[in-house]
DNA sequence: CGGTCTCTTGACGGAGTTCAAAGCTAGTGG
DNA sequence: CCACTAGCTTTGAACTCCGTCAAGAGACCG
């Protein structure tokens, strides 16, 4: 088990391949406190400013919007080896739009925005490394609201649930239907519909 | 009329302040190459590589996206001073997702890949300025999808209309529409509404 | 002007919502 | 270890917002 096997060196890695050094990552590694949260804990709360960028390094958790009417409206799930935070308030300083929450038991990396800004600051390869994972994140984003706008709650469902099996096994069905805008009644007769086609 | 007047200059000063000297803005620019359309012009089409990153210099387009029935979906506009791509094709070098097509004459500036990522590999300042503005795009997506699943048409559109108004103003009614997820029958009914409530 | 593209308006239809109630499941505490 | 409870899921029936179809008015360009 050396640092090379960490989910956060392999997470770099994917991005940056083998010109990460050793030394450089554990550089990296020791900006990050870890720490545990039960589930249903709340990492960060609207209206209070997010101070971190989080690492999760096993369970899950969720970022939502709550509207007027009180309802959660997911805006990303994260697994072990996923970001999460408010970029909105994180990189702001402003209080926060969204709510994030452990789902299930949490071990993760925390990093605050000081230690952020002068990793990037102190290192070409760690900014790029943060350019290219904004970047995914705002390329898969961009598909999810193209598809939101274009196509019907039925095949949206079918896409999410082909794209994230995991998040299908993990996430509740409540949170899935949030996320795909629709509400869980609807999702639950979608699923009833799809498992009568499948086996007719 | 000096370098620093140059709509490009005060789109990186923005994030990067003083800091910008006029030779590296310089050398910036000198990669990007200035190229004029009509209105209609498709700068990448679905299916295509898109090869570019377009900064608009004066005009107006819109990338979307088109779903199997045929349908336009707007996906970003840009202005004067905007930046856009298809970024999944550009980043990935694959088939494009989207069309991007001018809606007036436009004056632009284009940059291909490889400059785009010699810019970034050269010079750390560079590679901070494009991270923050994706950074900022994506920001602004989030909040665009989460007000899409929360929020009803009419306070979508109300929005819409005060953020941008300049949008309002230059961009055609069916493509707000697409933009928002509703029909453009739907805006003009939103519209209508608001008209009477405005001026009961 | 004449044609095409865009916006408006009306009547009808349907995907998804709302309201309500009854199962189901998993976490909690005795 | 089991019972209890709270929260999640399912299902039915009525409803509504937005979509569809259709036709006409207006705007813009060649």
Not at 37 to 42: E, G, H, I, N, S
Not at 61 to 87: M, P, R
Not at 135 to 164: C, D, G, P
Request: aromatic share 14%.
């Amino acid at each position: 088990m050396t640092l090379k096997d960490h989910l956060l060196y392999k997470n770099l890695e994917r991005v940056l391949g083998d010109s990460l050094s050793e030394p450089e990552f554990s550089r990296f590694l020791s900006v990050f406190v870890p720490k545990s949260f039960d589930r249903k804990c709340l990492l960060t709360e609207e209206g209070s400013t997010c101070r971190y960028v989080y690492f999760i390094l096993s369970g899950s958790a969720c970022s939502y919007y709550v509207n007027e009417e009180g309802e959660k409206h997911a805006i990303q799930f994260a697994l072990e080896g996923y970001w999460i935070t408010d970029h909105y308030s994180f990189f702001s300083g402003r209080p926060g739009l969204y709510t994030i929450e452990t789902l299930e038991p949490v071990d993760l990396l925390m990093i605050n925005r000081d230690n952020f800004e002068s990793l990037c600051q102190s290192s070409h390869q760690f900014e790029h490394f943060f350019r290219i994972l904004i970047q995914n994140a705002f390329t898969a984003l961009q598909y999810r609201l193209a598809k939101t706008n274009a196509e019907e709650a039925e095949s949206r469902y079918v896409e999410f649930a082909k794209s994230y099996p995991a998040f299908v096994q993990r996430i509740p069905q409540y949170l899935i239907a949030s996320y795909l805008g629709i509400k869980p009644q609807s999702l639950s007769r979608i699923r009833k519909d799809l498992s009568g086609k499948n086996h007719p």
